[in-house]
């Protein structure tokens, strides 16, 4: 079963602009993970972000985190084409030792 | 530090075969999972392991199962193969839960 959803599912920008890509799940968590997947590869941690914390910088990305609405973004400034790839929010609740993830926003980033 | 490794890379196999997929986790690291990815499901979880002992096993059939060695390496396998079961099956590994996970590149099972 999948916890999250993000959106948009998929996103087209040109290099150098801002993308920003959403989350959102359903129940209590105790954090929250983005990734980022190339062509079917194995996936990339980003940024894990604990549900006591609002905000989280990683170099060109920003994470937040608002509990009471069950929702975070994923910021990412000054895109490049590098950037291009699929991209999930994972969650995980008390003790129940499984991530459970989001369908994934495919971001492209055109030249 | 070595990161996660997943072997095979790539496989195929006939329906009704079994296969045994393999993971060695980042050295230190004791917590180990295993996640199914299609396109059309997306990604799911199989199991996770701690120190040998499967803590939580995901909506799977019983033909999934896996194991964790004492060197927190870990294995699953799949029986009776179903042309459904041909995925992406990642694994990843964390000094223990809650912590951040990385990922192998996976392995790539076709079943014909």
């Known amino acids: 079963s999948q916890q999250g959803e993000e959106d948009p599912q998929a996103l087209s920008i040109q290099e150098g602009e801002n993308a920003t890509m959403n989350c959102s799940y359903k129940t209590s968590i105790n954090n929250l993970q983005w990734y980022r997947q190339n062509s079917g590869r194995g996936l990339v941690h980003l940024i894990l972000?604990?549900?006591n914390e609002r905000e989280k910088h990683s170099g060109r990305l920003r994470v937040t985190l608002d509990t009471s609405k069950k929702s975070s973004s994923l910021l990412i400034t000054a895109s490049r084409a590098a950037d291009t790839a699929s991209y999930f929010c994972a969650t995980d609740r008390d003790s129940n030792y499984q991530l459970i993830w989001g369908a994934g926003t495919k971001l492209i980033i055109k030249p | 530090k070595a990161g996660v490794t997943q072997t095979p890379r790539y496989l195929i196999k006939t329906r009704g075969q079994q296969v045994t997929l393999s993971c060695s986790p980042i050295s230190g690291h004791r917590s180990v999972s295993w996640y199914q990815q299609t396109p059309g499901q997306g990604l799911q979880f199989l199991f996770e392991y701690f120190s040998e002992t499967q803590r939580n096993k995901g909506n799977f059939p019983g033909r999934f199962s896996g194991r964790q060695f004492s060197n927190s390496r870990s294995e699953m396998n799949v029986s009776t193969l179903e042309l459904g079961d041909s995925a992406l099956y990642l694994c990843?590994?964390?000094?223990?839960?809650?912590?951040?996970?990385?990922f192998g590149q996976g392995t790539r099972l076709t079943v014909v």
């Open positions: 972000i604990r549900s």
């Open positions: 990843a590994s964390s000094l223990e839960w809650g912590y951040k996970a990385f």
